[in-house]
Nanobody
Framework: QVQLVESGGGLVQAGGSLRLSCVASGLTVSRLTMGWFRQAPGKEREFVAVQQRFAGAPVYADSVQGRFTISRDNVKNTGYLNMNSLKPEDTAVYYC?????????????????WGQGTQVTVSS
């Protein structure tokens, strides 16, 4: 059974940090392009970061560049999103997505697998 499970969200003050995890089962993380997206209430799902399969160079949204870092641990079959210097506007449900193709897509429709999401709330 193919499954992605996110964790690590929570409530943090502005300027704080969180690390989100995305554990994959039924899939091999090293062979996946993995992306992180977020969705705030009343808004569309928004691209945050993507890393190509086989640990290619990552790409970030301008709004998180220099603050967020996408990575993966192939032994743990897990993807990560390290978030530093968090701002209230980062508040959203964060989702990891995966697809078994090479690419740096910012479009949610290009991803085949999704986790259930984890809530990140940043207070001012």
């Amino acid at each position: 059974q193919v499954q992605l499970v996110e964790s690590g969200g929570g409530l943090v003050q502005a300027g704080g940090s969180l690390r989100l995890s995305c554990v994959a089962s039924g899939l091999t993380v090293s062979r996946l392009t993995m992306g992180w997206f977020r969705q705030a209430p009343g808004k569309e799902r928004e691209f945050v970061a993507v890393q190509q399969r086989f640990a290619g160079a990552p790409v970030y949204a301008d709004s998180v560049q220099g603050r967020f870092t996408i990575s993966r641990d192939n032994v743990k079959n897990t993807g990560y999103l390290n978030m530093n210097s968090l701002k209230p506007e980062d508040t959203a449900v964060y989702y990891c997505g995966a697809v078994g193709r090479t690419g740096l897509s910012r479009r949610p429709d290009d991803y085949d697998f999704w986790g259930q999401g984890t809530q990140v709330t940043v207070s001012s």
